[in-house]
């Protein structure tokens, strides 16, 4: 028998010849299983590794039309007496090769299937992966200004919103900054280049312009928030350039600081999530409202971390008032019939005293890995009845 590795038609050819002299002389071979063509056509079978290559052979072998259904259905052309001898030469060989390609087949289903749940396996213990659109994260901004439309829409209030870049009236002069008023100092503002007229455009200070918009387009009652964007030349750890602040605004006939108190406390319990807030009303000033107040909410400051409904230290948390009469009258409301109060708050203050961020200028760094530790779930709606933080 030869070493050499033959392929499937040589094998067939010597078979074909063994076959030849089995018919010349069936008493040369007891048993044919075991002949050197045989022996080889186990081998080539027992080595084979596809399935397609298998099949093929066992076409060239016991198919219909393969050598050894050929060799029998001969059988009937050959003298009588030997007809029994070939076939009870082939009949063995035709059933030992079925048995080997049937294991084989099995094996090489099995080979299969294993190398499957090896590739294709899973490790369970791994946590889900979440989906694409779950992976990026929403700012703490966005996340507060959600959490606070979603508190101030359960009391009532509708957002309203107005430009970035704003008029010297709507963000000072009919807010009763008269010109030349020292009050404009208090705020370090970006001004655009003067126009030929003289004016000058400025990006807003402050929220308080969609006061002025809001009152000049619609008619009382009202009751809004104006969360923003709003810039001041101004940098340090606790402030940048451009910042966010939200606005409220209230005009009706009757509303006065008791409802005003109200609300601020309301927002300030569900906002910092707490059943309790004590906060105190300092007299301030501003222009656009009289009286004017500040409020202080109380707090305990602990390792650096403050906690609010606790304590005994205050933390200033934002500017309010009832609107200033000439500020009814420069948006074309009589203040004889109509008054109200407002309240400007700042938005990134907020949230970095709520989720305990130290430095304000990263908020503004777009760094993702800031952003991955801070963020919020995009599908996890701030809710009242869902849960503002959960
Ligand atoms: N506009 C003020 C600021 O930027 C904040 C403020 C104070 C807004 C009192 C108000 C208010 O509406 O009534 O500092």
Not at 17 to 33: C, G, N
Not at 55 to 64: C, H, P, S, V
Not at 226 to 241: A, I
Request: aromatic share 10%.
């Amino acid at each position: 028998m030869s070493e050499e590795k033959k392929n499937l038609p040589q094998l067939l050819d010597k078979l074909d010849q063994e076959y030849e002299s089995l018919k010349r002389d069936p008493a040369l071979f007891v048993t044919w299983e075991s002949s050197d063509a045989n022996t080889q056509i186990q081998i080539y079978l027992r080595s084979v590794n596809s399935a397609n290559e298998l099949n093929e052979a066992k076409i060239q072998l016991l198919g219909k039309s393969g050598r050894l259904s050929m060799y029998l259905s001969e059988l009937g052309r050959l003298p009588k007496e030997m007809r029994p001898q070939i076939a009870a030469l082939v009949n063995p060989v035709k059933a030992r090769d079925q048995e080997i390609i049937d294991a084989k087949f099995e094996e090489i289903n099995r080979t299969a299937i294993e190398e499957r749940l090896r590739s294709e396996s899973e490790d369970v213990t791994l946590p889900v992966r979440e989906a694409p659109f779950e992976t990026g994260r929403v700012h703490p901004v966005t996340q507060v200004i959600d959490e606070l439309t979603a508190i101030f829409a359960d009391m009532g209030f509708a957002i309203a919103e107005g430009p970035d870049i704003e008029t010297d009236g709507y963000n000072f002069t009919k807010l009763n900054f008269p010109e030349d008023h020292p009050a404009r100092d208090m705020q370090d503002t970006f001004f655009f280049n003067p126009k030929p007229d003289g004016s000058r455009l400025l990006l807003r200070t402050h929220t308080s312009p969609v006061q002025v918009r809001t009152m000049l387009a619609q008619k009382p009652p009202i009751r809004v928030i104006c969360p923003g964007r709003t810039y001041r030349s101004d940098s340090d750890q606790t402030h940048t350039p451009m910042f966010h602040q939200v606005e409220g605004l209230v005009i009706d006939k009757g509303s006065h600081l008791g409802h005003l108190k109200w609300i601020l406390e309301e927002f300030c319990k569900a906002f910092f999530e707490v059943d309790r807030v004590k906060m105190r009303f300092r007299p301030s000033f501003f222009p656009f409202t009289e009286p004017s107040l500040e409020v202080d909410i109380q707090c305990r400051r602990d390792k650096g971390e403050v906690r609010f409904g606790e304590g005994d230290d205050w933390m200033e948390i934002l500017g309010c008032g009832m609107v200033h009469p000439n500020v009814l009258r420069n948006c074309g409301l009589d203040p004889d019939g109509f008054q109200g109060f407002a309240w400007g708050l700042g938005i990134d203050r907020i949230a970095m005293l709520k989720y305990g961020m130290p430095d304000l200028r990263a908020f503004f760094e777009a760094d993702v890995r800031w952003l991955s530790h801070y963020g919020f779930r995009p599908l996890d709606f701030p809710t009242l009845a869902g849960g503002l933080s959960s």
